[in-house]
């Protein structure tokens, strides 16, 4: 099935930018153009669970496949020689394992089917940096994460927390800045989002970060029924929604984070 569908989608795009040499990669499910990866199990899912008809569907494979060739042509532009010129722009970012192949890229553990990286930052989206930007700038990569971190809160002084009160709190984070799932790697944010929780920064939460643009929170003391729904509701929105993150709930610490 997946076979199949992989052959479909690769019609459509060879149709729509017939110049870009897309091809079957060697893996099953995987399409490239020589130069990256396009993995279509999340797609497949996607697809699965969708009530479109086959024609509309197409249009978003197209969409998908134009915005991320719109990512990999920017990417020279994206991440500039001179580091003065790219220390605002470097942030850190959550990347799926499933989906996405970035190359050369730096990449960090975060969760079993989830990354996390190192991008810059420009209009058009990001680009991934690489060790041998690193070197060329003669930067440590810890250092530059924990750059990328501080531009994140940076950039937004005031942080966009949506909190919906109740005997069930929750916490949702939805700027649309292509940032929301990764400002759980900052330990400032996490401790906001605890404390909002449960009154205590040094407290213990849920947290579901099923696609790039958002983040949703609730407290372990939620009743399991509850939670249960709200895990598969983070479950279903990472197989449905645009940038796929993690199916899986997170135990979240100010210090550690952990699959739940």
């Known amino acids: 099935m997946l076979e199949a569908f992989t052959n479909r989608v690769l019609s459509v795009i060879q149709r729509e930018f017939p110049t870009r040499g897309f091809r079957l990669g060697e893996e099953l499910g995987v399409i490239t153009d020589g130069s990256a990866k396009f993995g279509m199990s999340n797609l497949w ?3 699965q669970q969708s009530p479109m008809p086959d024609e509309a569907f197409d249009q978003v494979i197209i969409e998908k496949f134009a915005g991320a060739l719109k990512l990999i042509d920017g990417a020279a532009e994206a991440i500039p020689q001179a580091w003065e010129d790219v220390k ?10 499933k989906v996405t192949d970035v190359g050369r890229a730096i990449t960090f553990p975060f969760a079993d089917d989830v990354h996390s990286s190192l991008v810059s930052d420009c209009d058009t989206g990001y680009a991934y940096i690489s060790n041998e930007d690193l070197e060329r700038w003669g930067q440590s990569a810890v250092d530059a994460i924990e750059l990328g971190k501080l531009n994140i809160v940076t950039s937004s002084p005031t942080l966009p927390m949506t909190v919906m009160p109740g005997p069930a709190p929750l916490v949702a984070i939805q700027t649309g800045d292509g940032y929301d799932a990764a400002r759980i790697l900052i330990p400032e944010i996490r401790a906001k989002i605890i404390s909002e929780l449960t009154g205590d920064e040094d407290g213990e939460v849920y947290v579901g970060v099923p696609n790039r643009d958002f983040l949703i929170a609730w407290p372990m003391t939620v009743d399991d029924d509850l939670h249960q729904q709200l895990s598969q509701t983070v479950a279903m929105d990472a197989r449905r929604q645009s940038h796929p993150l993690s199916e899986r709930v997170l135990r979240v610490t100010k210090d550690k984070i952990a699959i739940a």
């Open 45 to 47: 899912a996607q697809f």
């Open 88 to 97: 605002p722009r470097l942030r850190v970012q959550l990347v799926s394992a």
